[in-house]
């Protein structure tokens, strides 16, 4: 099946017990036993598992082309589930502008429990090989990355890690399974916060984890439970009904986002764009190599200050000044005092996430309405 009917038709559809076409919310803690059988199988208590929350799971899964999937109650919850794959000593390889709350739990959080943290621009395999050491376990990758659209190569970071024996694990929220297919390139785990664009409403928190592997996928059953992080039963029927638009959303997302990707380079209030589709973007090849699409996402650097970049954002209309992205609704944000203010400056600046720098969700609304806000938001006295 191609990727808009496995959206739709995924999982247990239409409900086994009931034939409910759209997928019930059990909205339960618990299930009944019929007897006391310690080789029970099926649902006994939802922290364990859900049947709305595993047609989710099945779902993502699917689309993504992996062995099973495991929905969190936030992208969060997602990404320490997954680090408890790991031990106090291990070291972790990840993209050095990534997610502002990643980098917070990862260099913040996790180093309290013993694990380190190397952060670097995976741009060359000399660099990923130098940063390898013996207690090397895991390469997190970012691809778009947030906020700076940066492109990692997949198929040679993966390749480096393999040859290693390193796990790798990619974070696909930007690019979704529409646009990249992480596995194919040899992927062990995919990370999501459905959160953005797989929920695509803004009315929901959350996060999804695909394995590819019986050893990872019996791992992440074990923990997911252990530590209770799993998704509760309506916020994953509200990630279903929005995956079930996934793939005409991506096109109009990234039919917006060209239009105002090539707006922005024309500016001459604009310094500098960052969008994978454009031709001047220095990931462009690779990411029309290894992706469908590229995305809703861009970024760009006000000329200037702080003042016009404060001025910018106060005057901008449909595009609304907040965190998140991947919604139906345009929304603006000012990375280095919103989604990454946790990430210590001289880190952020060496990245290249610049104090003028300005990300942009670009939503479904008219791509006209979009790109004249832009205008009258950068015009100046």
């Known amino acids: 099946m191609k990727f808009e009917t496995i959206s739709i038709h995924a999982g247990e559809r239409p409900d086994e017990s009931t034939g409910a076409v759209s997928v019930p919310i059990y909205q339960t803690a618990t299930y009944a036993w019929k007897d006391v059988d310690t080789k029970r199988k099926g649902y006994w208590y ?19 082309g992996g062995k099973a999937g495991f929905a969190f109650a936030t992208g969060t919850a997602a990404a320490t589930t997954i680090m408890h794959l790991l031990k106090a000593g291990d070291h972790v390889i990840c993209t050095d502008d990534v997610y502002g709350g990643t980098y917070h739990l990862f260099q913040d959080i996790m180093t309290d429990f013993g694990l380190e943290f190397t952060f670097i621009r995976m741009d060359s395999p000399q660099k990923i090989e130098e940063a390898i050491r013996p207690n090397t376990r895991m390469l997190w990758v970012e691809t778009p990355s947030n906020p700076l659209l940066n492109i990692v190569d997949i198929d040679m970071a993966f390749g480096i890690a393999k040859k290693h024996g390193i796990l790798t694990v990619i974070d696909n929220t930007f690019a979704t399974p529409y646009f990249l297919k992480p596995i194919e390139y040899g992927a062990d785990i995919v990370f999501h916060s459905t959160t953005k664009y797989l929920n695509g409403h803004n009315d929901v928190s959350g996060g999804v984890v695909v394995t590819t592997t019986d050893e990872l996928t019996e791992r992440l059953d074990y923990l997911t439970s252990g530590l209770g992080t799993p998704a509760a039963p ?88 907040a965190v998140s992205l991947g919604s139906v609704v345009s929304l603006t944000e000012h990375p280095a005092s919103m989604s990454h203010k946790e990430m210590p400056e001289e880190h952020r600046l060496k990245a290249g996430i610049t104090n003028e720098l300005v990300r942009l969700s670009v939503g479904l609304e008219n791509s006209d309405d979009l790109t004249e806000d832009l205008a009258q938001a950068l015009a100046r006295p």
């Not at 939802?46 to 993504?64: F, I």
């Not at 090849?285 to 910018?312: C, H, L, P, W, Y």
């Open 234 to 321: 309506f916020d994953c029927w509200l990630v279903l009904r929005g995956i079930a638009t996934l793939g005409i959303r991506m096109e109009r997302h990234q039919e917006n986002a060209f239009a105002v990707a090539n707006f922005l380079h024309e500016h001459p209030a604009v310094r500098k764009v960052f969008y994978p589709g454009l031709p001047t973007h220095p990931g462009h090849e690779t990411a029309k190599r290894q992706m469908k699409g590229f995305g809703g996402m861009v970024s760009f650097e006000i000329n200037g200050g702080a003042g016009e970049v404060n001025d910018f954002l106060k005057r901008i209309r449909i595009f609304t000044l």
């Open 46 to 64: 939802s922290r364990m598992g859900n049947p709305t929350r595993k047609v989710l799971e099945d779902t993502v899964a699917k689309l993504e």
